[in-house]
């Protein structure tokens, strides 16, 4: 078999051999490196990466399209595997507000933060979120994020979650970067259920998670398990009815207040915990034996001034496995760049850049089951690879603020070219920017 796409003289840096299983302890960070490196791409999935030319070669024919890296950065795509990405309206006040010193679950308690875009992203039409979402697709994918996680939670109402959720089916359809569904209505407590915790639980676990799983709308259950948001007990009862309409389970655990999240998560057989800055290390621990993923979010703990971090020498140590993610939402994380995220992993998280790499990579992809098929470049993989203007991967993190993406490739097909989207019609954007 000949290849269709030879990437050349690139400098390759990917894990291998982590389809099964991610990277734990020790081992989080072990990349390899081959310069002149080369990938080559068969029906949109990876047939070979080699560092030798003669190999190459002999894989590639006259209808071999070549891209020439000029010891460029190639790598795989970003793996986003945390963010709430459909909504209407942006929180810059509340930006303000808190660096005046309002804490950010006074201003859910007042009706602001999530319940602001609640309100907003109910008034919106399906176009006009349907737009938005395409909008961030596009900043994402001229970023070099591949695949991304996406949750609903701003609907809140029945019809509100189903029209998020269907808007993200159709960017699924209309966009190339691949979304991957998570139901969350139990993100906040809507007023109209003030009073009335127990209703909304009940319309989560009796009307909307049978009506997404009817609709085959979400591939995971996600739930807000804090102060002011979700209890421990309500937590389990909605993860639980999550489980039993077969949604891979995730949870917001241990943010901002020690609640047991975390443990929660391990005695569910999550597939992710996410935030976690208050996770204890015996719940640590069970995370470990569960293999929860710890996803860990730190330009949300930046933004948010956290001054707990993340406990993630005790994660390595106990070989829980790490994924990094934007978090991207209106209220306390608006990142959509994965290049930038790295810079916040190493310097807010302490993770080295080859940590934060493959956090970002392999490690991601096992945050969304997907070790197996993406987050890695290895034969037979799903070929999303990003060629950047980088010598070396830890010019990424320290190269900050820039976008450094030259060229994205997502399932074999050239999407970005010299920095701009080459895809759809004529090679424009379908959306104005972001
Ligand atoms: O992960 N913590 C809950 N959800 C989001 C924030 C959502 C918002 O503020 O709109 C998070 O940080
Ligand atoms: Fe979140």
Redesign the pocket.
């Known amino acids: 078999m000949k290849a269709d796409l030879l990437i050349a003289n690139g400098r390759v840096v990917t894990t291998r051999g982590f389809s099964q299983g991610p990277q734990l302890g020790s081992r989080l960070g072990e990349v390899e490196e081959l310069s002149p490196g080369y990938v080559l791409i068969s029906d949109g999935r990876i047939l070979l990466v080699t560092g030798s030319f003669a190999e190459a070669r002999s894989l590639s024919g006259s209808d071999t399209r070549e891209i020439d890296a000029r010891g460029r950065l190639v790598m795989p795509g970003y793996v986003d595997c945390?963010t709430?990405l459909s909504?209407a309206g942006w929180?810059e006040n509340?930006f303000a507000m808190r660096l005046a010193g309002v804490p950010?679950l006074e201003i859910?308690a007042a009706g602001g933060?999530?319940l602001?875009?609640v309100r907003r992203t109910r008034a919106a039409t399906e176009a006009e979120l349907l737009d938005n979402t395409l909008a961030a697709l596009d900043a994402m994918l001229l970023c070099g994020t591949t695949t991304v996680e996406a949750?609903s939670?701003?609907g809140l109402t029945t019809a509100d979650e189903l029209k998020q959720l269907r808007v993200l089916k159709e960017a699924r359809c209309r966009h190339p970067l691949d979304v991957v569904p998570t139901f969350m209505g139990a993100?906040?407590l809507p007023p109209e259920y003030s009073g009335n915790r127990a209703g909304y639980v009940r319309l989560v676990i009796e009307e909307m998670l049978p009506r997404v799983a009817e609709e085959g709308l979400a591939e995971f259950c996600d739930v807000?398990c804090?102060d002011k948001?979700f209890t421990l007990d309500e937590s389990r009862a909605i993860l639980s009815a999550g489980h039993g309409y077969k949604l891979g389970l995730r949870l917001?655990a241990d943010?901002?207040t020690p609640l047991g999240g975390a443990k929660l998560a391990a005695e569910l057989g999550a597939v992710s915990a996410?935030?976690l800055i208050h996770a204890s290390r015996a719940h640590l621990e069970l995370m470990a034996k569960s293999g929860t993923v710890a996803v860990l979010?730190p330009a949300?703990a930046f933004l948010?001034r956290s001054e707990k971090k993340a406990p993630v020498k005790d994660m390595l140590e106990l070989g829980v496995p790490v994924a990094v993610a934007t978090?991207f939402?209106?209220?306390?994380?608006p990142l959509v760049n994965m290049q930038l995220l790295q810079t916040f992993a190493c310097i807010h998280y302490g993770l080295t850049p080859r940590q934060a790499f493959a956090a970002s990579t392999i490690n991601a992809a096992h945050a969304l089951r997907r070790g197996a098929t993406i987050g890695s470049l290895e034969a037979g993989k799903q070929a999303d690879v990003l060629v950047l203007a980088a010598p070396s991967l830890e010019f990424i993190p320290y190269h900050l603020g820039v976008n450094l993406v030259h060229t994205v490739i997502k399932g074999g097909q050239i999407v970005v070219t010299k920095g701009a989207l080459s895809y759809g019609e004529g090679g424009k954007t379908q959306t104005d920017p972001l």
């Open positions: 945390h709430h909504f929180r509340e950010y859910l933060g999530i602001n875009t949750k939670g701003y993100h906040a807000f804090e948001a917001h943010e901002i996410e935030h979010l949300t948010l978090d939402n209106p209220g306390t994380s």
